[in-house]
């Protein structure tokens, strides 16, 4: 199984950990030249501020509701990453840590009983965040796509999920793959979701799934679109290394 460890609002948590009077207050962070939002937190969110909108359209906004502006410290975040990658480092083991960006990790829970992830997702994150002071969400499923779906959906219900999505059985997969519309799919942008629903009538991830290897492979991108279409379906990109060395 994999499992992704997203921080939440990197930039805007970087900022907080060392201004508690910060918690619960609408935050932005800006970009380096102050020109557009590249972190809110959730209250700014829930006000209606926009992800990557220039600074100057929300000032009024931001202005309005006390909003905190901060413009960005990347030492500071760079730092606050690697302490975060390096917990997950000491959890887990260096081999199984795939760092994918400054706030996100891929991790490889195969070391795990199957039956264990739910509690080994919970301990992780109860770590990095107890190590760090940085709140993280946890997707964990048979694959990388899907282990960002669960991500998404673990973020999207926080209250409900307190972070933590696992997707560990075909039910579960199944009722999620139905609820995530084709634009919300890691590997899919906003022009090629808008052409697979005028297209080909394909609106969720699953109907994405069902493609055929040799639907995706013309229509999608040949081998990148049989990998999305594949790990959809819990086929890691690992096994189809094994499938192609294995034809040769």
């Given at each position: 199984?994999?499992?992704?460890?997203d921080?939440?609002?990197?930039?805007?948590?970087?900022?907080?950990?060392?201004k508690?009077y910060?918690?619960?207050?609408?935050v932005?962070?800006?970009s380096?030249?102050?020109?557009?939002?590249?972190?809110?937190?959730?209250?700014?969110?829930?006000l209606?501020?926009?992800?990557?909108?220039?600074?100057?359209?929300?000032?009024?906004?931001?202005?309005?509701h006390?909003?905190?502006?901060?413009?960005?410290?990347?030492?500071?975040?760079?730092d606050l990453?690697?302490r975060?990658?390096?917990?997950?480092?000491i959890?887990?083991g260096?081999?199984?840590?795939?760092?994918?960006?400054?706030?996100?990790?891929?991790?490889?829970?195969?070391?795990?009983p199957?039956?264990?992830l739910?509690?080994?997702?919970?301990?992780?994150?109860?770590?990095?965040?107890?190590?760090t002071g940085i709140?993280?969400?946890?997707?964990?499923?048979?694959?990388?796509?899907?282990?960002?779906?669960?991500?998404?959906?673990?973020?999207?219900?926080?209250?409900?999920?307190?972070?933590?999505?696992?997707?560990?059985?075909?039910e579960?997969?199944s009722?999620?793959?139905?609820?995530?519309?084709?634009?919300?799919?890691?590997?899919?942008?906003g022009?090629?979701?808008?052409?697979?629903?005028?297209?080909?009538?394909?609106?969720?991830?699953?109907?994405?799934?069902?493609?055929?290897d040799?639907?995706?492979?013309?229509h999608?991108?040949?081998?990148?679109?049989?990998?999305?279409?594949?790990?959809?379906?819990g086929?890691?990109?690992e096994?189809?290394?094994d499938?192609?060395?294995t034809?040769?």
């Amino acid at each position: 199984m994999k499992a992704i460890v997203d921080c939440n609002n990197f930039y805007c948590s970087c900022e907080r950990l060392f201004k508690p009077y910060l918690d619960r207050k609408p935050v932005v962070v800006l970009s380096n030249n102050d020109g557009c939002i590249v972190s809110r937190s959730d209250e700014a969110k829930m006000l209606g501020v926009e992800m990557a909108g220039p600074y100057f359209m929300a000032k009024p906004l931001i202005q309005k509701h006390d909003v905190a502006v901060f413009s960005s410290n990347y030492n500071l975040y760079g730092d606050l990453s690697w302490r975060v990658m390096e917990t997950l480092r000491i959890i887990l083991g260096k081999k199984n840590v795939e760092v994918y960006s400054v706030d996100e990790a891929f991790l490889d829970l195969s070391i795990f009983p199957f039956e264990d992830l739910p509690k080994i997702a919970k301990e992780i994150k109860t770590t990095v965040e107890d190590w760090t002071g940085i709140k993280v969400s946890v997707g964990v499923a048979p694959t990388k796509v899907l282990a960002k779906l669960a991500n998404r959906m673990a973020k999207k219900n926080k209250h409900r999920t307190d972070c933590i999505t696992v997707l560990d059985t075909e039910e579960k997969i199944s009722a999620a793959l139905h609820k995530t519309p084709v634009s919300d799919i890691w590997g899919v942008g906003g022009q090629y979701a808008k052409k697979l629903k005028e297209v080909w009538g394909i609106y969720d991830a699953w109907q994405l799934r069902n493609l055929s290897d040799e639907f995706a492979h013309t229509h999608l991108g040949g081998v990148v679109g049989i990998r999305l279409v594949r790990e959809l379906k819990g086929i890691t990109s690992e096994e189809m290394e094994d499938e192609l060395v294995t034809k040769k």
